[in-house]
C-alpha cells in the first residue's frame, strides 16, 4: 500500500509559477518501482491525465495543454515527486492528484495498468 | 488519441435499486479499461481494472464487464455510500491516458 500527500497548492497570478509536491510513503516500498502520474480536476469538471514519469525518470510525457510550461521529475532518495508549473493561465486552475502505479522498474514501455493509488489532492487557482 | 464517452451524465437511482453504467471507447482498449469511483472533495478511488476485476477491497456488488470497444459497470443494490461520480479510463494506449467525462449517480 502506497500513501500520496500533496503540497505546495495555492493562489498565483496569471503568468506566475508553482511547484507541487508529492511524498510517498509506505512499509517497504520501492519508489523507484513506481510509474508516477499527475492528474488535474478543474472545478466541477471531470478527470484529465497531466504528466507521468517512468521510475528512473528516462521517459516523462505530457498533455498537450500543458508542454512546454510544466515539467515533471522526481527524487528517488526522498520518495517524491514534482510537477514545476510556469507561465500558468486561467485554465489551469484546478485540484491536482497525484498517482501511481506499480511497474518494478522494468518494462515501462508495455506495462499496462490503472492508477492505483491517488493522493487527496492540492488546489491551483491561476487568477489576479 | 482515445476519446472515452461516458453514459448517462446523471442517473437517478433509488437506494437498492440497480445501477447501470456505460463507456464506449473510440477505438478498441480490449480488456484495459478501469472505472473509478470519486465522491465529493474526495481522490478517486480504484474499483475495477481490466473491465472486470474489482480492486482490493471492493464490495461485490460493484461488477464491470464488456471488452474492445463497450463497457458496463453495475451496481446491484446501491447503498448511501455509493452515490458519486464514476469514471471510466483507458489505459490501453498511452499517452495520453484518458478518462470518460463522467456519471453522476444520484438519490432518485
Known amino acids: 500500500e502506497v500513501q500520496l500527500f500533496e503540497s505546495g497548492g495555492g493562489l498565483v497570478q496569471p503568468g506566475g509559477s508553482l511547484r507541487l509536491s508529492c511524498a510517498a510513503s509506505?512499509?517497504?516500498?520501492?519508489?523507484?518501482?513506481?510509474?508516477m502520474i499527475w492528474v488535474r480536476q478543474a472545478p466541477g469538471k471531470g478527470l484529465t491525465w497531466v504528466s507521468a514519469?517512468?521510475?528512473?525518470?528516462?521517459?516523462?510525457y505530457y498533455v498537450d495543454s500543458v508542454k512546454g510550461r510544466f515539467t515533471i521529475s522526481r527524487d528517488n532518495s526522498k520518495n517524491t515527486l514534482y510537477l514545476q508549473m510556469n507561465s500558468l493561465r486561467a485554465e489551469d486552475t484546478a485540484v491536482y492528484f497525484c498517482?501511481?502505479?506499480?511497474?518494478?522498474?522494468?518494462?515501462?514501455?508495455?506495462?499496462?495498468?490503472?492508477?492505483?493509488?491517488w493522493g487527496q489532492g492540492a488546489l491551483v487557482a491561476v487568477s489576479s | 488519441e482515445i476519446v472515452m464517452t461516458q453514459s448517462p451524465a446523471t442517473l437517478s437511482v433509488s437506494p437498492g435499486e440497480r445501477a447501470t453504467l456505460s463507456c464506449r471507447a473510440s477505438q478498441s482498449v480490449n480488456d484495459n479499461l478501469a472505472w473509478y469511483q470519486q465522491k465529493p472533495g474526495q481522490a478517486p478511488r480504484l474499483l475495477i481494472y481490466?473491465?472486470?476485476t474489482r480492486a482490493t477491497g471492493i464490495p461485490a456488488r460493484f461488477s464491470g464487464s464488456g471488452s474492445g470497444t463497450e463497457f458496463t459497470l453495475t451496481i446491484s443494490s446501491l447503498q448511501s455510500e455509493d452515490f458519486a461520480v464514476y469514471y471510466c479510463q483507458q489505459y490501453d494506449n498511452w499517452p495520453p491516458w484518458t478518462f470518460g467525462q463522467g456519471t453522476k449517480v444520484e438519490i432518485k
Open positions: 481490466g473491465a472486470s
Open positions: 498517482a501511481a502505479y506499480y511497474y518494478g522498474g522494468t518494462g515501462f514501455y508495455t506495462i499496462k495498468k490503472p492508477f492505483d493509488f
Open positions: 514519469i517512468s521510475g528512473g525518470s528516462v521517459a516523462t
Open positions: 509506505g512499509s517497504g516500498i520501492i519508489f523507484s518501482n513506481y510509474v
